[in-house]
């Protein structure tokens, strides 16, 4: 399993996730020519080698091309306002979908970008589309977020964990005057997301907003590093010279492939109709259920019946319960905690005589077996005016 480890353990930054994730990549030209395709420009992206307490590492700044001067004085760019228009949440999430960029990475881009929006909002005490924030509005800000979205799209990891994440303490400078730190924006990312953070005997802000953003939308677990074969790592150095080496460092790696643990919820129900239930079956799919099935049952007094089983995620498990409070007439939920072994698998598209047939290459032990998709098995049927059954003759 392909897995990226991010250690926050110096802060975590967008400038500095772009140099670790493009050391990771190995090609520096990859994202300057890639961040092209967001048709803006006002902005030059220098890549440079910088050493932080004796490590060496890339370093990645975005130049305003108006304000040199004034943005490598400050190096960390996300709270210093550039005096350039303030977009709002739209204008950006426009500029993304005009943009040339992958579909996975604009919608990853946006993701980001909604988690600052979200917090910026709160701080603000102002609805979402009238938040006009530098922050996200400035184009460094825009470069960081999707050319993080560009690069992870390219490595394609199939698990994405961090470590704890540490901010400094004191307070900073920045276009609202002084500020405590973590900053406001900062903090209320972190208390919408699953990120674990602590402050650090560090005087200054190691957590930008749209660094917090980044690894509270990528990261789906905290740990320390877990036993993973490590192929590569990727060293982003920060702007500050501080105590500890400013470097977010991010690992590249296999893990071996555990035995899932996935949650199994039950409910018998004898006074819900079939509408109903077909119903709440599509709402459980839609809010993130891996499996939902109805068993035919006889309960007290002989009454036909079904038991709703529904399989899940752990973190899932509150708002699926709701669901079925919510949606049917049951007043009790049973759950146990079971495992599972997942075979990797990879969407493709076969070319057969009769059109372009999408299904799924699964591999076990080294053996690669295929299986086609039933609604584009359906849909060559149709368009070809032949039996469902004659294309399970085709040989995969």
Known sequence: MKTLYFDCSSGISGNMTLAALTEIIGDENYLVEELKKLNIDGYKIDISKKVKNGITGTHVDVILEHEHEHHHFHGEHNHHDHHHEHRNL?????????????????????????????AESKVHNKPLEEVHFHEVGAIDSIVDIVGTAILINKIQPDKIISSVVNDGHGFIQCAHGTMAVPVPATSEIFANSNVQFRQI??????????????????????????????????????????????????????????????????????????????????????????????????????????????????????????????????????????YRTELEREQI????????????????????????????????AKKNHIPLKELYKLEF
């Open 201 to 338: 005997d560090v005087d200054t802000e190691l957590v930008t907003p749209t660094g917090a953003a980044i690894i509270a939308e990528l990261s789906t677990e905290v740990t320390t590093l877990p036993a993973m074969q490590i192929k590569k790592i990727g060293w982003g150095a920060g702007t500050k010279d501080l105590k500890i080496p400013n470097i977010l460092k991010v690992y590249y790696g296999e893990m071996k492939e555990e035995n899932q643990q996935i949650t199994v919820m039950e409910t018998n129900i004898d006074d819900c109709s079939g509408e109903i239930l077909g119903y709440v079956e599509e709402v459980l799919f839609e809010n993130g259920a891996l499996d939902v099935f109805y068993t035919p049952i006889f309960m007290k007094k002989n009454r036909p019946a079904y038991r709703l089983t529904v399989v899940c995620k752990e973190p899932d498990i509150l708002k699926l319960q709701n669901i079925i409070f919510r949606e049917t007439t049951t007043i009790g939920i049973r759950y146990r905690f079971e």
């Open 349 to 380: 598209t076969i070319d057969t005589k009769y059109g372009k047939l999408k299904a799924k290459k699964v591999v076990n032990n080294g053996e690669i077996y295929t299986y086609p998709e039933y609604e584009s098995m359906k849909e060559l």
């Open 90 to 118: 739209h204008d950006v999430c426009e500029i993304i979908d005009n943009s040339d960029i992958d579909e996975k990475s604009k919608d990853l881009a946006k993701r980001i970008f909604m988690r600052v929006a979200k």
